[in-house]
């Protein structure tokens, strides 16, 4: 048995089967690489779902981790730290926002937006008492706990795991005129993906954000945008937002906010509304600790001064130009914003778990979503001469 299948083995007898990943064993990784077990060297294309933008082991992102691991790493918030507040003001900052709330994982940040708009629906539209509704789309990801599945359209999210929580209206995503249909007197919020990532990376129309911007506006709705994939200067702006000028008035951040080095996410938004929250009605233990918010801390800094987010716009650029230039019929569409792109497959030979294999062999590791769909996301610190490499183990894979 090779080290990796000793390992996978192991794996599947004492971790539980809740993922099916490739059957690739990572051990280390620089940059834009990562190596397995055996020393086989891969150019990540997923990373890790976004969170790695700032490639693996950032050494600007590593080293503020190792300084401040040496000072000071978790407090809880019973007491200050010297990180917290340092790390909010220039987040807010950095969104054009007001107030930051931090927790660990996205699906929290999504559940903190959820409480949010609640609380604003009940305290300052006056909607009554738990009648509260919040809008959402079909096809989304908001993440997999129980209240975030209830907003899922995707059964494999929600069989055997009900009962669900109330409140929560689901539309076709794209769709203003069912936006505008669904919001009545209790809507306090339309929560949104500027681009739906895990349901294949789907665009909506030009003009949607903005439209749903306009109609929030003249609806007192808050406006949501999950910008825990889009953010960060993934899609090739800041905020996917910005490509409509759609200013939400909260989002939720999560993955790259730890520099691809920790577990931080966090809802940003109005006093008006974060500042509503009162002691001990939210919160987490590890929320806000000062290891994370120092270490992303770091990398905003690193996203701003290395201009990540044009790297995304102008290296995406030329990684559609390789993917479209692609010769092979079984190809349907290549679409996406920035270093967030995916290429949907007709149905033919191939399927995209096994063109995910092939590019493995080629050492460029992808995951598919969905039987049909190859998303290419690659850390924002790639070169141009790796972008090039990705194409080629393209046009080998497919061309042949
Ligand atoms: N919102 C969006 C838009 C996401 O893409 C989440 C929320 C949830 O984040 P956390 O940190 O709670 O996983 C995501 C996560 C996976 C996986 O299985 C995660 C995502 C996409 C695909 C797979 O780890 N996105």
């Known amino acids: ?87 909010c003001r220039e987040l807010a900052a950095l969104c054009d926002m007001e107030m930051v709330l931090p927790m ?37 990801f908001h993440g997999r706990t129980t209240t975030i599945v ?38 306090v919020a339309f929560l949104v993906e500027p681009i739906q990532g895990e349901a294949g990376v789907r665009l909506p129309p030009d003009g949607y954000l903005s439209a ?12 949501i945008f999950d910008e825990i994939q889009t953010g960060l200067g993934r899609t090739g702006k800041l905020f996917c937002w910005q490509h409509e000028d759609a ?20 809802v940003v938004g109005s006093q008006e509304v974060l500042g509503l929250f009162r002691p001990g009605e939210h919160g987490s233990t590890f929320g806000g600790m000062p290891l994370s918010c120092a270490v992303s801390r770091e990398a905003l800094r690193v996203l701003v001064e290395d201009d990540l987010t044009g790297r995304a716009e102008k290296l995406g650029k030329r990684l559609r130009d390789g993917l479209e230039s692609v010769q092979c019929e079984q190809i349907k569409e290549v679409r996406g914003k920035g270093l967030l792109l995916a290429v949907e497959f007709k149905p033919g030979p191939r399927t995209a778990r096994q063109v995910c294999e092939a590019l493995q062999d080629e050492g460029i590791l992808c995951k598919e979503t969905h039987e049909t769909t190859v998303r290419f996301a690659p850390p924002l610190v790639i070169e141009p001469e790796q972008i090039d490499q990705i194409i080629a183990a393209v046009k080998k894979v497919l061309e042949n």
């Open 1 to 87: 048995m090779t080290r990796t299948e000793q390992i996978i083995k192991q794996t599947e007898i004492y971790s539980a089967h809740n993922y099916k990943p490739l059957p690739v064993v990572i051990a280390e990784a620089k940059g834009v690489y990562m190596t397995d077990v055996e020393g086989k060297r891969y150019l990540d294309c997923l990373s890790a779902y976004s969170a790695v933008s700032h490639g693996h082991g950032h050494p600007r992102v590593l080293k503020a981790l190792h300084e401040q691991a040496d000072k000071l790493v978790v407090t809880s918030r019973a007491f200050h730290n010297d990180q917290l507040g340092p790390w």
């Open 104 to 140: 660990n994982t996205g699906a929290e940040a999504v559940e903190t937006a959820i409480k949010a708009a609640r609380k604003w629906g009940y305290k300052v539209k006056g909607v009554p008492k738990y009648k509260a509704k919040i809008v959402c789309c079909a096809d989304n």
């Open 150 to 187: 209830t907003m899922s359209t995707d059964e494999l999210y929600k069989e055997d795991f009900g009962p669900f929580t109330p409140g929560f209206e689901i539309i076709p995503y794209g769709d203003i005129d069912a936006l505008e249909k669904a919001i009545d007197d209790d809507t």
């Open 212 to 223: 749903a911007r306009r109609l929030c506006n003249e609806k007192n709705v808050l406006l």
């Open 247 to 266: 200013k939400p008035d909260l989002m939720c951040l999560g993955k790259a906010l730890g520099g691809g080095c920790i577990p931080i996410s966090a």
